[in-house]
């Protein structure tokens, strides 16, 4: 028998030629024009030639069935293909419609179309009759290459070439691949096409109307569609209701749900774990764990038995609200019943546990997982490897992930993003650009996320020509560039005084269609101001009004921050009155802003009276707003003043901060008053762990050494080594100099020893212990 015809396409019908498709139409032939020789000679070498193995299974006088079978075993459409070819030289072979349908799913699932539509020709030559599941194998391949507009053609494939009608289950198949694709409109045509053929609805296709109902988010008329089953004779099963629960749940209608669960009851529709399962998920949804278990409690009275899913919701529930410990206790009841922990349940637990801080033990949860034969997948390593990272754990992150090529896992776009991310968090950024490089070597493409740190990471180093590269880089690789792409490049700009840079950035984004946000147009705002080019912001405060955005505090702020600086506060106060005019409350940076304004420009009483009101409002004061008013009353030589004001803070929610601590240090050092005031303050600071700024520090180490208290100020000296952790050698050094009473060599020894320091701080009282 001559070799089957179809396969004279099938080398152009692979999926890089499906944008190439033709209209099918049915014209049968009368002959089979080519062999599979001359069909293989246009494939692509092939690497591994057709082995005996599948025919040597083969008896001479094989049967279809048996063909059928080793058809079914064949793993690449090639192999079963030239098996066929085999099959159909044979003496007295005749193929059957399954035996064609085989070749037919082989052929689908690797998107050669237009081999399928020619098969179809040599079903009908070959005498076979094709039926409608047929043409299912179609609808089932076109949702799998999503290509849903051409699923609705298959219908006119089988009724004007085929006379085949098509029926209630053809079209429920038809409509669940639309409802799982998420393609709600075809939908809608596909059932106005089933209702204009006469065709009748049964249970399941109510269900699968009401499935996408719920999936529109359009959960009153799925209900509605309940009684529109009543009306065509039709009782709602569990399955219609259920999905409304879900429906419900998803939108955040716990309520509803149940509402759901009573008219079930009502219209006497028998329940399964289904439904229980349904509503315990919604419970811990909603971190209802305690209504949960009393709902499982009342419906283990009507029989029901907690099953894996149960278990396994309620572990993830209370994993999801902290509550870890309660859920390993579940874990050791589900063992108890006979059910097994899953990956679900492991990542659950390994996901609570990380959110804690709880990194041991969601190891421990880990090398469980793999002594119990459970394989731990891309989730479970993400999780793990993102908690690392924010625990500065990086090496170990970077271990773990490259030991996940030898368990055959291949790292994920999300966990390379979460090592970059870590590495660049810890400084370490020439790792972050390698591990970067060796992501796109992998095959693994990067995304918006990844893109953005690097660049982010670029800017805050003042390596705007990398940045920019990587941008184009971004662009090239048709990875979308974003409103945070373009919004980190103009703080980076801004922020190096590179104004007219970040300007030309702000001018791209509107030719590369990217729309500007209010974070785009008061970061450029703020650099305006910075550079003291306030008209321009203000024009460019009245074009982002223009656009429908409202400016935020920042940009207030901003404004607010250039008119405080230049000693305007008149204009400083019509800032904040056009803030509260225009429904923007101002906040506590906004007023900490103005009393530093007012500080400087000597009003101290007015700045006193506003931190009084403002105090008075019920908002919480910060060190941003006490410190200039405590800065103030020091050089006004109002030292009891100050120090009330600061014992003040110290009682306040939000407690002194190093720039305060160096504040009082720094006034009582230049304040003339007694030294003993300004030594104990000293050691008072560096109990709570700031370090003092040697300049104030300078100045109490000539007054003690002018008073020969050269004791104290060895104490004071190896305070400050303790407290900033000096290493031995370095505190060798400063003591050889203090023994031999060089006192000014040992402090410009230790000055020195801490400014090398500044790139971890910008001041020495940042170092906090």
């Given amino acids: 028998m001559a070799s089957i015809s179809c396969l004279k396409c099938y080398p152009y ?76 030289k044979q003496p007295n072979f005749k193929p059957t419609l399954a035996i064609f349908e085989e070749i037919l799913r082989k052929l689908g699932g690797v998107g050669s179309f237009e081999s399928m539509k020619h098969t179809l020709q040599e079903i009908i030559l070959s005498g076979c009759k094709v039926r409608r599941g047929t043409f299912l194998i179609f609808i089932e391949f076109y949702a799998k290459f999503e290509l849903y507009e051409e699923i609705l053609s298959v219908v006119e494939l ?74 065509h004779g039709l009782v709602p099963d569990e399955k219609a209701f259920t999905t409304i629960m879900q429906g419900c749940i998803t939108e955040g209608d716990m309520d509803g749900a149940l509402r759901i669960r009573e008219q079930m009851i009502e219209s006497g529709c028998m329940w399964t774990n289904v439904t229980v399962n349904v509503l315990v998920h919604g419970f811990c949804e909603e971190a209802r764990i305690e209504e949960a278990m009393n709902f499982i409690q009342d419906m283990s009275y009507e029989g029901f038995c907690p099953d894996e899913f149960t278990f396994n919701t309620l572990v993830n529930g209370l994993c999801k609200i902290g509550h870890v410990k309660h859920a390993l206790e579940f874990v050791d009841l589900m063992l108890q019943q006979g059910f097994d922990p899953d990956l679900c349940t492991y990542n659950s637990l390994i996901s609570g546990l990380c959110k804690l801080g709880e990194v041991e033990e969601a190891l421990a949860i880990l090398n469980q997982m793999v002594s119990r034969d459970y394989s731990p997948n891309n989730v479970t390593y993400s999780t793990l490897i993102r908690t690392l990272c924010k625990e500065n754990r990086v090496e170990e ?15 994920d776009v999300c966990m390379f993003n979460s090592l970059i991310q870590g590495l660049c968090l810890t ?126 505090k920042f940009t207030y702020n901003s404004f607010l921050t250039h008119f405080c600086r230049g000693g ?102 230049n304040s003339g008053g007694p030294i003993g005031e300004a030594v104990d303050f000293a050691v008072e600071m560096m109990e709570r762990g700031f370090l003092p700024q040697f300049p104030s520090f300078y100045m109490l180490a000539e007054g003690l050494c002018s008073l020969s208290m050269e004791n104290t100020l060895i104490k004071l000296v190896d305070m400050v080594m303790e407290k900033a952790n000096l290493s031995g050698s370095e505190v060798s050094m400063i003591r050889g100099f203090v023994k031999i009473r060089k006192f000014q060599d040992a402090l410009g020894t230790l000055d020195g020893i801490l400014g090398s320091r500044k790139r971890f701080s910008k001041t020495y009282g940042e170092f906090k212990i």
Avoid at 169 to 178: G, K, Q
Avoid at 397 to 411: Q, R
Avoid at 620 to 635: D, E, K, M, S
């Fill in 13 to 88: 019908c692979h999926p890089h030629t499906l944008n190439n498709r033709r209209p099918f139409s049915y014209k049968p032939t009368s002959h089979f024009s080519l062999s599979f020789a001359s069909t293989q000679q246009q494939h692509e070498p092939l690497t591994t030639q057709f082995s005996p193995y599948s025919t040597n299974q083969l008896p001479p006088n094989f049967s279809p069935t048996q063909l059928l079978y080793t058809l079914r075993r064949q793993h690449d459409e090639s192999s079963a293909l030239r098996l066929f070819n085999w099959a159909s």
């Fill in 158 to 231: 089988m009724e004007v070439e085929f006379r085949l009608r098509p029926d209630t289950h053809f079209f429920n198949f038809l409509l669940n691949a639309f409802v799982d694709g998420g393609k709600l409109k075809l939908v809608e045509t596909a059932h106005s096409a089933m209702v204009s053929r006469g065709i009748k609805p049964n249970i399941s296709t109510f269900n699968i109307l009401i499935k996408a109902l719920c999936k529109a988010h359009q959960i009153r008329p799925a209900i509605l569609m309940i009684g529109e089953m009543r009306n």
């Fill in 397 to 411: 992150a970077t271990t773990l992930a490259l030991t996940l090529a030898t368990k055959g896992i291949l790292p």
């Fill in 427 to 552: 400084r370490n950024y020439g790792n972050a650009v390698e591990l970067f490089t060796e992501m796109k070597k992998k095959g693994c493409q990067p995304d918006e996320f990844s893109y953005n740190m690097l660049i982010d990471s670029l800017c805050c180093r003042g390596k705007f020509d990398a940045a920019l590269s990587l941008l184009k880089e971004m662009e090239s690789s048709g990875c979308a560039c974003n409103v945070i792409t373009y919004n980190t490049l103009i703080d980076g700009f801004c922020k190096n005084r590179r104004i007219e840079e970040a300007e030309t950035i702000f001018d791209q984004m509107e030719h590369q269609g990217v729309s500007r946000n209010s974070v785009t147009y008061s970061t450029l705002i703020d650099g305006l101001c910075k550079n003291r080019r306030v008209d321009e912001a203000a024009m460019l405060m009245d074009q982002m009004i223009s656009e429908g955005l409202k400016p935020d």
């Fill in 568 to 669: 305007n506060i008149k204009k400083a106060a019509d800032i904040v009155q056009t803030m509260i005019s225009n429904g923007c409350e101002p906040d506590i940076v906004t007023y900490g802003t103005l009393i530093g304004g007012l500080c400087r420009a000597g009003r101290i009483e007015v700045a006193s009276r506003l931190l009084r009101t403002i105090q008075m409002k019920g908002m919480v004061l910060t060190p941003h707003a006490y410190n200039p008013v405590i800065q103030a009353l020091f050089r006004q030589k109002r030292t009891n003043e100050a120090m009330r004001l600061f014992r003040e803070m110290m009682e306040m929610d939000n407690p002194p901060d190093a720039i305060t601590y160096n504040v009082v240090f720094g006034g009582l050092c």
